[in-house]
């Protein structure tokens, strides 16, 4: 199949291009690559420079160490962070399945909740109440993750105390845990959901107008029957690849949340990182992302081409 | 132009309204603006009719930082969204116009540049060169043309197909005679959305990547300004005057660009419905 063939190669390209970018990133910038590629606060001095350059393979030409880069990529090895004392690989490890813990439930949910009422809203999008929940949604949609977050910490944690200031736990016991997420979790997924809210509203729109669902009425269903019977399938293709992109973006999504709830995740790794200039874990949590997003991407085309017809076809 | 907004629905016009209202104070920062905004008066003074939104950690002025600092996001913004915007309208045009091997180049290069996580990158560069808010908005110019570039593509492979452009081309008009003057500007609605588009998310960009401590130290945008109040305990104090005005119009721009650009494509429907 030469479009399959043609997407591999794009996928190919993209990945290759994307971790050589990362080994050009800390050599091309402003500054010594040393201190690039080991972070600021590493204070060494004359001969344990000379040792550093050489472990990192500075002293080598430039094809060499690229050849070398790619080799410990391909060995999942990304380096040793100073900062922290450890591998880069086990930093990120350690960090990821609290990650996972807050954005999967909350992509989940929000992509429920979303995709429901925002199919509703499509459906009778001339009722009142109807505009006020969609002005609602795009309002939340139009605000910065961070700041609603912040809104919420303040309003709903310190003001009415209603939930824990920080963190993931305090005692350890699963009651706990559930205390702590359930405010990001809600935030994510208020956030999420206004994702899926708009875009399954104007695909319900655009299905709507369609003759399959002139002929639906015209059988004798009634509105709700229309709707979920025969739109919503066809409406939902747009959603499967807002989902899989969010899986690309499951490390990352929660970035802003994890900052402002102090969550020890993958985004306060990448803040603290950022806040020292620890520069390999930057790297390194960059790298994990890029190919999780190019996998979401493949999985985006693979499920779109599964689900619709019309797609495989072409 | 009065029809044109009469035929505007009632949430593009409030959008019309609030954006120009912003534009205005951006433009006009100097007039509109109490203060300067780096002077200084005593701290943490809570609104008040001296000082309409009170002052902050330094005390500067809340209200004379925000109208100021409309100036700033909107230059990124517009920036960005008009950089983004030619990259991608030359791209899809030139893919759309001579096909083939072109386009296959062209389009796989669209295809990669989508794939790249845009905000970890801009976060890991910018970590790197400590950016200028010219910088930033140069990064995401950079980045964000690749939607507008698959729009002008499909619709420049319709427009190629009229008429007039091969009428155009028997009468002996060069290439890049036809593109820019029968082409492009029947491509032009198509842009429009997604220009808007572009110059929220830029905004929403800017303010996310200021309060990661990455802006412009020197430049105060209303991310700075949530930025400052985060890290100097305006949230732990209360002092809510001086993080949620900055919030508040980051929100409210991006809800007025929204709006207008609804509009856009509502029309959009209807003219392809009436083709």
Redesign the interface.
């Known amino acids: 199949m030469p479009l399959a063939a043609k997407k591999a190669a794009r996928y190919a390209v993209a990945f290759f291009l994307i971790i050589s970018l990362n080994f050009a990133i800390p050599r091309a910038m402003p500054g010594d690559p040393l201190t690039n590629l080991l972070g600021e606060d590493v204070d060494a001095a004359g001969s344990t420079i000379v040792e550093l350059r050489e472990k990192m393979g500075l002293d080598q030409p430039l094809h060499l160490q690229y050849l070398c880069y790619w080799r410990n990529i391909l060995c999942l090895d990304l380096g040793y962070s100073y900062h922290l004392h450890s591998p880069v690989s086990s930093a990120i490890l350690s960090r990821i399945r609290w990650t996972l813990l807050l954005s999967v439930p909350s992509l989940i949910l929000g992509a429920a909740i979303g995709t429901f009422f925002g199919a509703l809203a499509g459906w009778k999008r001339r009722e009142a109440v109807g505009k006020l929940e969609t002005a609602l949604v795009l309002t939340v949609f139009c605000t910065p993750p961070y700041f609603l977050s912040l809104l919420a910490l303040y309003v709903l944690s310190f003001y009415l105390g209603l939930f824990p200031l920080k963190g993931f736990y305090s005692s350890g016991s699963w009651l706990d845990i559930a205390h702590h997420f359930m405010l990001p979790v809600l935030v994510m997924t208020l956030f999420s959901a206004s994702r899926n809210y708009m875009i399954m509203r104007g695909s319900v729109i655009q299905e709507k107008a369609s003759l399959y669902a002139a002929y639906a009425r015209a059988k004798g269903l009634y509105g709700n029957q229309i709707l979920f019977r025969h739109i919503f399938k066809n409406a939902l293709l747009p959603i499967i690849t807002l989902l899989a992109l969010d899986f690309g973006f499951i490390l990352s999504g929660a970035l802003f949340i994890e900052i402002v709830f102090s969550m020890n995740g993958m985004g306060n790794l990448i803040y603290d990182a950022l806040l020292s200039r620890d520069y390999p874990v930057l790297q390194g949590s960059f790298l994990i992302i890029t190919v999780m997003v190019i996998a979401a991407n493949l999985l985006a085309d693979l499920l779109y081409s599964r689900v619709d017809p019309r797609v495989r076809w072409q | 132009m009065f029809d044109l907004i009469g035929a505007l629905s009632a ?1 593009s016009k409030i959008g019309l309204a609030l954006f120009l209202l912003f534009l205005l104070m951006a433009v006009f920062a100097e007039a509109v603006a109490p203060y300067d905004p780096w002077l200084r008066f005593s701290p943490f003074m809570p609104p008040g009719f001296a000082h309409l939104l009170g002052t902050n950690d330094l005390g500067n002025d809340i209200l004379s930082e925000l109208i100021f600092g409309s100036r700033v996001s909107l230059i990124v913004g517009f920036g960005a969204a008009i950089m983004a915007t030619v990259i991608g309208t030359v791209v899809g045009l030139l893919a759309g116009y001579f096909r083939g091997l072109t386009d ?1 180049l062209l389009m ?1 290069l669209t ?2 540049f ?4 845009q ?3 801009i ?3 910018a ?3 400590r950016p200028s808010f010219w910088m930033t908005a140069l990064l995401m110019g950079c980045l964000w043309w690749t939607s507008t570039a698959r729009v002008v593509r499909s619709r420049a492979l319709q427009v190629r197909e009229m008429s007039y452009v091969e009428s155009a081309a028997s009468l002996g008009f060069s290439r890049a005679h036809i593109i820019f003057t029968d082409v492009l500007p029947n491509v032009l609605h198509v842009i429009m959305p997604k220009f808007l588009l572009a110059i ?1 998310s830029a905004l ?1 960009a800017e ?2 990547i200021s ?4 802006g412009d130290l020197t430049m105060k945008s209303w ?1 700075m300004m ?1 930025n400052f109040a ?1 890290t100097r305990g305006g ?1 732990i104090n ?1 002092y809510w005057w001086w ?1 949620l005005p900055p ?1 508040l119009c ?2 409210l721009f ?2 007025s660009v ?2 207008m650009g609804s509009n856009l494509e509502d029309r959009e ?1 209807v003219v392809q ?1 009436a083709q």
């Open positions: 949430s296959e796989g295809d990669v989508l794939m790249i996580p905000i970890p990158l976060i890991v560069l970590a790197f060169l929220a929403i303010a996310s309060f990661l401590g990455l991310g949530i985060f949230f209360g993080y919030g980051v929100t991006v809800l929204i709006l429907e419905v």
